[in-house]
């Protein structure tokens, strides 16, 4: 019974842990700036895919487009509390274009091996929406 006990509370603590982190910043915190998340994007992809000075400037190019872009497709919206809302169909379709255009201009500075890295590291550096809903049942 104590086991049980141990168990359930430890896994309360770790979900409390999880959603605590995937909340984003405490109020009263900004987001990072533009340059602070290039900068934290840039070192990750650099130590993660041991890119030489070449590929990361390359990189660091397409992201510096890419969040400028992004800013544009988000217009003068105030900053969305974490996580961010899925963006409507519209502008879903600009942030793809986006995404595709960077893809493209990071493949041709990377090795294969590196860019099928990046994809993987990429998937985990974008913040996390909420669920979908959940489909309707037929019965």
């Known amino acids: 019974m104590k086991t049980k006990i141990t168990i359930l509370l430890s896994g309360l603590l770790l979900a409390t842990c999880v959603a605590k982190a995937q909340q984003g910043p405490p109020p009263g915190q900004k987001p990072p700036s533009p340059e602070e998340h290039l900068k934290h994007v840039s070192n990750k992809l650099e130590k993660d895919l041991a890119l030489t000075p070449a590929q990361k400037a390359k990189v660091e190019a397409a992201y510096k487009q ?63 929406g909420p669920p979908p809903p959940p489909a309707p049942n037929k019965q």
């Not at 509390?81 to 493209?104: E, F, N, V, Y």
């Not at 890295?117 to 996390?128: A, H, I, S």
């Open 66 to 128: 890419f969040f400028a872009g992004m800013d544009k497709v988000r217009g003068k919206m105030p900053p969305p509390p974490p996580p961010p809302p899925p963006l409507p169909p519209g502008k879903k379709k600009s942030a793809d274009s986006l995404t595709a255009i960077r893809d493209a201009e990071i493949k041709k500075a990377l090795t294969e091996a590196q860019f099928v890295k990046f994809k993987e590291v990429e998937k985990t550096m974008r913040p996390q």
